[in-house]
């Protein structure tokens, strides 16, 4: 993978993560809280909540981990089988850590343990 389309990758990773962090703190204004923490009543947490909070960690926790592999050289290759990500699938996921194969591979065997 070329400089170029490396760069594009970290700029389109970065926007995700700005975005996301942006919207965190709208959250935040929403909800009457200064930086998660309330500044005049506690608001009651709700189990969606939760969860969304956790999807938005999850996803910022794998942003975050695709620009540490933009920079250790590891971008697009596959952390199960260590082939080549195909573009089309970086295009849309540009923070996957995996091939489509291996994730199938890995759901089947998630599925299975149940």
């Not at 295009?91 to 199938?104: A, D, I, Q, S």
Request: neutral net charge; contains cysteine.
């Amino acid at each position: 993978m070329t400089n170029t389309e490396l760069e594009v990758y970290r700029q389109q990773l970065r926007v995700r993560q700005n975005r996301n962090i942006g919207e965190s703190h709208l959250t935040d204004k929403t909800l009457g809280t200064a930086g998660g923490q309330a500044s005049v009543a506690p608001v009651p947490i709700r189990i969606p909540d939760l969860a969304t909070n956790t999807f938005e960690q999850q996803f910022m926790e794998e942003v975050t981990a695709a620009l540490d592999r933009i920079e250790k050289g590891t971008f697009g290759c596959c952390e199960e089988c260590s082939k080549t990500i195909p573009v089309e699938r970086l295009e849309v996921l540009p923070y996957t850590r995996f091939c489509v194969e291996c994730v199938w591979n890995l759901q089947s065997k998630k599925e299975m343990k149940r």
